[in-house]
């Protein structure tokens, strides 16, 4: 059997969307659950309005007019100032104050982001490694035409080689050392995006593994 919510304001979900989020219409979005169980939102703002928004990537959310979702879909009504409202489509379905979805929703793409960062760092390891392997190649190469060039006769004009392996050694570095710029933008947006889905505050590590708000207390 098909749901249908109007959500707003002044709408037909089952939780309260304050007056002070003046961004929000009154009836802004229409969250729809079809016969085969499959979740649609449709903006009815029409095109002028506010807009509704889901979340598509870390920090990024993408307008949309009408949208397949899911239940664990993020949806933002308004531009995104503090005059918005964002929850999951799953909202629509809960007894209201039951929050119990949404913190086990955080904690699964916290333990996500953890998992990223770990194969990010796991992955820096082996560039290091491979790039110290071919530093040290071409260091002991390089020693060894240094050395059998003086044992020639040759004298310093042999230690050419060196100047070359200090090239390569930066070379190496520089095409298979560590890339940290993708864990440093992981960790920038750590604290924007694991919120409390109630009061809307930074959650620690702890906080998220435990299911519980330590501002809000909510769990």
């Known amino acids: 059997m098909s749901k249908e919510f109007i959500i707003g304001r002044a709408g037909?979900?089952?939780?309260?969307?304050?007056?002070?989020?003046?961004?929000v219409s009154h009836k802004h979005a229409r969250?729809?659950?079809?016969?085969?169980?499959?979740?649609?939102?449709?903006n009815i703002t029409g095109p002028g309005g506010n807009g509704v928004f889901i979340k598509t990537g870390p920090d990024t959310f993408e307008r949309v007019e009408k949208r397949r979702i899911t239940e664990d879909t993020i949806i933002r009504l308004g531009e995104?100032?503090?005059l918005s409202y964002t929850f999951m489509a799953h909202r629509a379905i809960e007894k209201p104050g039951n929050y119990a979805y949404e913190f086990l929703a955080l904690r699964k793409r916290f333990k996500q982001y953890q998992a990223a960062i770990a194969e990010m760092e796991e992955n820096n390891k082996?560039?290091?490694k491979l790039a110290n392997t071919i530093m040290?190649?071409?260091?002991v190469v390089?020693?060894?035409?240094?050395?059998?060039?003086l044992l020639m006769g040759h004298g310093l004009t042999g230690c050419?080689?060196?100047?070359f392996t200090g090239l390569v050694a930066t070379l190496s570095r520089t095409l298979f050392g560590p890339k940290t710029d993708g864990i440093k933008r992981l960790m920038s947006l750590?604290?924007?995006?694991?919120?409390?889905?109630?009061?809307?505050?930074?959650?620690?590590?702890?906080?998220?593994?435990?299911?519980?708000?330590?501002?809000c207390k909510s769990s």
């Open 31 to 42: 969250l729809i659950i079809d016969d085969h169980g499959e979740w649609w939102i449709e």
């Open 190 to 215: 750590r604290q924007g995006e694991f919120v409390c889905p109630v009061c809307g505050m930074p959650m620690s590590d702890f906080a998220i593994n435990n299911l519980k708000c330590q501002v």
């Open 142 to 149: 390089s020693v060894a035409i240094v050395v059998g060039a």
């Open 12 to 23: 037909t979900q089952p939780f309260k969307i304050a007056d002070t989020c003046q961004g």
């Open 80 to 82: 995104g100032s503090h």
């Open 126 to 128: 082996k560039r290091m």
């Open 160 to 163: 050419s080689p060196m100047i």
């Open 136 to 139: 040290v190649i071409f260091t």
